[in-house]
């Protein structure tokens, strides 16, 4: 273990230095309430005369969508993405888009929508190869169709990101992960969200806030700008979030939220994720588990996992909420720990997954592992058994 230990650290310090020249970039942003009808005109700038619109159903019947899709010549739809986004749904999207004439991409939804379109749109770049084989970092390599995302939920970030997370055949979840699969545009319109219940807006909250931490504590490839923005994340969560639960047509919390959702994704797409996310998407692969609930229960519990190794940068973040201001590192990174669970459980969030078969513990510690190491910065390298201690944790 100690060499392998040794071996993912040299990979991040390597990779984290060869990042510094990646020509990242963020989506042109465009926020406000109402802004969604400005997409006709921004794909007409861009050329685009037929764009393919990712959306549900009932999405794409609200006033606010059909008062837009009004002032597009031409547009196909598609609406049968499903929670944790499967292969044969990306292959369906490619499909479709290819029969139908399309030239551009519209995702419109949660995180399920907008990685099933990114997914496709990888596939549309790399015609030759399976989704599978794009799997991982840096594989795709060719410009996408040009793409607008438009969350309907402040959590994923997938507006932001390089990354599009799909499930196989075997229930395995995993990320393609490439720099052109940052969409061109994000459009951050709070109005889109006032519907979502309260228990979603929770979770895809908490989602965003894991983003934000993760990014935040992870090594080697962080930089200035991306621990001010998880920093903004994390104050703008705390203070917004329960707002956003008790009255979902307050459209400032909305806003704040979509803001700091945007934030956490940009960071943690230059800076990475952690454990956290290597477990959760086992939870979502295997069981289906919503990825906003299952990093909102593990999050807490894998930080007191890292123990002291993850300390001075959680000390770091209870100063952003000024939490224990007389303690030391040690007191102050309890501090934030407990106010994730006191969030957690004032938002009714669950402590356990009874889902959680023990038969499969080996089948998810393997994935997680395989996910995190090499490439996750994290501040503690996790081997199988790591995983399946917290794993256990959150079990009933």
Same mark, same amino acid.
């Given at each position: ?11 991040? *310090? ?59 010549? *031409?547009?196909?739809?598609? !609406? ?51 989704? @599978? ?17 438009? &969350? ?19 229930? !395995? ?23 979502? &219940? ?79 996310? *290597? ?11 919503? !990825? @906003? ?14 123990? &002291? ?48 078969? &023990? ?12 996910? *995190? ?24």
């Amino acid at each position: 273990m100690l060499l392998k230990k040794i071996y993912c650290r040299v990979f991040q *310090a390597c990779f984290g230095l060869g990042a510094r020249v990646l020509p990242w970039r963020r989506p042109e942003c465009i926020t406000g309430a109402g802004s969604l009808q400005r997409l006709p005109e921004l794909l007409a700038d861009a050329g685009c005369k037929k764009p393919m619109i990712v959306a549900s159903r009932r999405q794409c019947a609200a006033p606010e969508f059909t008062a837009m899709a009004e002032k597009l010549p *031409a547009w196909s739809g598609f !609406h049968g993405v499903t929670a944790n986004p499967k292969i044969e749904t990306v292959e369906q999207i490619v499909a479709q888009f290819r029969a139908e004439g399309c030239d551009s991409m519209v995702a419109i939804g949660g995180g399920s929508p907008m990685d099933a379109a990114k997914a496709a749109a990888a596939r549309l770049a790399r015609p030759n190869r399976s989704v @599978g084989q794009l799997k991982g970092l840096l594989k795709v390599r060719k410009k996408i169709v040009p793409f607008a995302a438009v &969350p309907t939920t402040a959590g994923t970030g997938s507006e932001t990101t390089i990354a599009a997370v799909v499930t196989d055949e075997t229930h !395995h979840k995993y990320a393609v992960n490439d720099l052109c699969l940052i969409p061109r545009w994000a459009i951050l319109d709070p109005t889109l969200t006032v519907s979502l &219940p309260a228990g979603v807006t929770a979770e895809t909250g908490l989602d965003a806030l894991t983003h934000a931490v993760e990014a935040y504590i992870g090594r080697f490839y962080n930089t200035r700008e991306t621990r001010s923005l998880a920093r903004q994340a994390v104050a703008a969560i705390f203070q917004y979030l329960p707002i956003a639960c008790a009255d979902g047509a307050d459209l400032r919390a909305r806003q704040e939220l979509l803001t700091a959702s945007y934030r956490a994704g940009f960071a943690f797409t230059r800076a990475s994720v952690g454990n956290v996310h *290597a477990l959760a998407h086992t939870l979502g692969g295997l069981y289906d588990v919503p !990825h @906003g609930r299952a990093n909102a229960v593990l999050l807490p519990v894998m930080l007191e996992a890292y123990g &002291p190794a993850a300390c001075k940068r959680l000390a770091e973040l209870a100063d952003v909420l000024g939490l224990c201001p007389a303690g030391n590192r040690a007191e102050k990174a309890r501090a934030f720990i407990d106010a994730i669970y006191r969030m957690n459980r004032a938002l009714g969030i669950p402590e356990r997954f009874p889902c959680i078969r &023990p038969e499969d513990l080996p089948q998810m510690a393997a994935w997680a592992e395989a996910e *995190a190491n090499p490439v996750y910065p994290v501040p503690v390298i996790f081997g199988k058994e790591d995983f399946i201690r917290v794993a256990r944790r959150v079990m009933p």
